[in-house]
């Protein structure tokens, strides 16, 4: 949600900082700011906006130190402004802050009545006035800092530096993660490894409750009790080039057009070397031990294990629960462990889904993550962590990352039916071929992308518009209609095709799009169906189809996007493209900002 980079170093911190905030500005871009201490004295640059703006505040005033931490917003109390930003600062400390202190207000009303006052909106304020109150009772600088911990209550992870201490930064994890650098007579902080990957690949996270005294030559750590702790330092092969554009005008792009590559590489992970079944490493599961699955996530995670839903009952006709993290984990469900709890999470720290995890493990039910970030919270977390080998992605709005959950996805549904003994060897073989030719299939989807920059030229001037799929392609009209409405702004909803006339129907007029994913398979007739309840009303549809589908149904539409003919088992994978490709295009022809759309953050580490 926010993105924290801490430096004491030998050379002057601020460009560091700024470089190590680039790598985390999609974790949050409302505002951005840095803090430093040389000679003992405290500075501070902050604004709001991109990093951009505070990179050109720095180069009209510099900040001067070899000791500095760094912050990149995405606000959650209080609204973006330079007042708001990170660092805050009482006199003597500076503190930056990812997460949410739930007992701020308490807290404020405490030091408010102790004549502090206050010059911002934020939890994270109330951290620094509260370590300030400690230090001037005379406490050190770590022991102010250990006993304002001890007063928080929530989800944080902090930095602290302190006036008059060039070779000193205190810094804590609960509930969002923080990884030390060890540097060569330097030491860094930061909210993941891709942040310290220029400076440092030998890497140290805190684990939950963890604290941290930091200078140039040494790191003390101590656990919640307080007891000095032994953490592993890993070494991390974390891309040390800022992963860049390259030709591409957005992240998002990049990764749209990369998903032939990476899907053939996570497929490689998941069949076995002779192509003729799925093969899951690293600790499958024995699906014979359930009596059912639990599928967990949030947002396009979500919406990949609800195309696994089906997949898991059709191929291994095992009963499958899904829900989303933020429902699920306080609907406290009964568990009767006999269950398999999915999670899904590119980021792997979205605060949600760790938290529903942690709930389930509490109930000793065998927790599986899939995930994007194999050193994640949500990684370490569970017995066992399948990766989904899609390489960083950067853009917001989650693309390859969505077609590699559904690749893992798939080879665990035709892992659990073979378990089961639902898919014998020759089905397995169709299966696998099915899955192997994703990658060509989605080359060739990604081939009707001029179409699509015609048809978004239309769509981006719509005010709202429908997503409609039926079977597995209804998690994919939702998904289609998230992409849409989270990187163009514009309002759009999916539905189950069967639901349109239940309701919805009445939203159909001849401004709409009615966008419907309708390859011809053996629901095709019914989509056709509901595509003319539309088309009678005067909607106005956009058919994306295979030939066949297009040949019998694509007389009367609006428009029709023709997609290469595939095995059903795929196609939710193959009409993920036109989904990212339309929401990619109209955002484009909109000019909002693709890679960091308004409101939004590439993590949300906060509930
Ligand atoms: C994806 O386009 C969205 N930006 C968002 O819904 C995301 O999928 C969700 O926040 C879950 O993130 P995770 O996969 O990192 O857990």
Known sequence: MCGIVGVLGKNDAASVILDGLKRLEYRGYDSAGIATVEDGKLSRRRAVGKLSALSELVGQDPIKGTLGIGHTRWATHGAP?????????????????????????SLKEELSGAGVTFSSDTDTEVVAQLCEAFLRRGLSPQDAAAATLSRLEGAFALCFVFEGHDDLMVVARQGSPLAIGHGDGEMFVGSDALALAPMTDRVTYLE???????????????????VLANREVQTVAVDQVLVDKGNHRHFMHKEIHEQPTVLAYALSHYLNPDRTGVYVPEGAPDFTKYDRIVLVACGTAYYACHVAKYWFE???????EIDVASEFRYRAPPMSGKEAAIFV??????ADTLAALRYVKEQNVDVISIVNSPTSTIARESAVALPILAGVEIGVASTKAFTCQLTALAALAVLAGRQLGHVDADQELALTEALLSVPNLVSKAIASENEIITIARDLAQARDILFLGRGSMYPLALEGALKLKEISYIHAEGYASGELKHGPIALIDAHTPVIVFAPKDSLFDKSVSNMQEVMARGGK????????GAAEAGQDVWRTLIMPSSDPFVAPILYSVPAQ???YHTAVEKGTDVDQPRNLAKSVTVE
């Open 81 to 105: 402004t330079v007042a708001n930003a990170h660092p805050h600062q009482a006199s003597s400390v500076a503190v930056v802050h990812n997460g949410i202190i739930e007992n701020y207000r």
């Open 314 to 320: 059709q191929y291994a006709r095992i009963p499958v």
């Open 208 to 226: 939950e409750g963890d604290w941290a005294v930091l200078t140039r030559t040494s790191v003390e750590i101590f656990d919640r009790r307080g």
């Open 541 to 548: 549809v956009l058919l994306v189809t295979d030939k066949e």
């Open 581 to 583: 490709l339309i929401a």
């Open 345 to 350: 999470s590119q980021s792997g720290e979205t």
